[in-house]
């Protein structure tokens, strides 16, 4: 299992973004082998979220590659190499539906991650 993507649900999972999914995407998008998809409820739960991964990453000593959409907090993007988290407000979440975009990508169970 990816150490990034563990330690992004469990971060996500610490500040309570909601319907955290994780798509394998190796194979299916060059950009990362994983997606993580969440939803805060208001804008500043989306930004607490984001927040809260760019710190626990920086303290593990790992880079943000690049972080979008912070200040309008709708849509927060954090590259993390091998992991691309989407944090969406809950509306924009529905809006651009990137579980149904990307559906020929598995999902990863959530146990399997939380539990290691």
């Not at 607490?48 to 709708?74: M, P």
Request: include cysteine; hydrophobic fraction near 40%.
């Amino acid at each position: 299992m990816n150490s990034f993507l563990k330690l992004a649900v469990h971060t996500i999972d610490d500040k309570r973004g909601h319907n955290i999914t994780a798509l394998n995407m190796k194979g299916i998008s060059p950009i990362a082998d994983y997606f993580v998809i969440c939803h805060g409820n208001s804008e500043k739960q989306v930004q607490a979220i984001a927040h809260e991964l760019k710190k626990v990453f920086q303290e593990e000593g790992l880079e943000i590659k690049r972080l979008e959409g912070y200040d309008q907090a709708r849509w927060v993007l954090l590259d993390i190499g091998d992991v691309v988290v989407h944090i969406f407000h809950k509306e924009e979440r529905v809006y651009y539906n990137l579980e149904k975009l990307w559906g020929d990508a598995p999902s990863v169970p959530l146990q399997e991650v939380i539990s290691q």
